[in-house]
């Protein structure tokens, strides 16, 4: 049975993503929050970064020479990638913080720390935005934040790699 190159790139990606995954429960259960540690962001940073490459080398692998493989197309199946690999992240960071509300005090403190350094100037918006960001706090809009803040990273990954990996049609010649 032949499997078609989109459903590689759904399984690499997600299997991207579980990696990513590991890497944040090693750091978690070093004691590490998942969402404000600067080594787990780097960890994971890092991994997406690598995997798409290497997704992106395995979909030019599986595409015949006499085809082209654009730009457009490098760039399409690298974010694609990252689509799955971020979704199966961000239903981790929400199961991590729905098992664990003890995590999120700390999150929210980050939060009020950033809302007095934005602010510091204007205390009455500090103090409504500091409310409306604790109020929104939950397992649910953290999965989302970590979701799309791993898809937004890949993007300029993303082009990197295709801008590397795009290639023209080859003639081949059949002796």
């Known amino acids: 049975m032949k499997i078609n190159q989109t459903l590689k790139d759904v399984l690499f990606g997600l299997a991207l993503g579980g990696f990513m995954c590991m890497c944040t429960a090693i750091y978690f259960n070093k004691g590490e929050n998942p969402v404000i540690s600067e080594d787990t962001t780097t960890a994971v940073y890092m991994l997406h970064t690598l995997g798409m490459v290497f997704g992106v080398m395995m979909s030019i692998n599986g ?61 009455e918006l500090q103090e409504s935005y500091k409310d409306v960001m604790l109020a929104m706090v939950t ?7 970590e979701a799309s803040r791993v898809l937004t990273a890949s993007l300029i990954p993303a082009l990197v790699t295709a801008l590397f990996f795009r290639r023209k049609a080859r003639v081949v010649n059949d002796k």
Not at 104 to 118: F, I
Not at 139 to 145: R, V
């Open 63 to 123: 595409c015949p020479l006499d085809r082209r493989f654009s730009f457009l197309r490098a760039f399409g199946v690298a974010y694609f990638i990252m689509l799955m690999a971020s979704v199966v992240y961000g239903f981790y960071t929400f199961y991590v913080y729905a098992e664990n509300p003890d995590l999120m005090p700390a999150v929210k403190e980050v939060l009020a720390t950033n809302a007095e350094m934005m602010f510091a100037d204007k205390p």
């Open 139 to 145: 397992p649910t809009f953290l999965g989302c934040i």
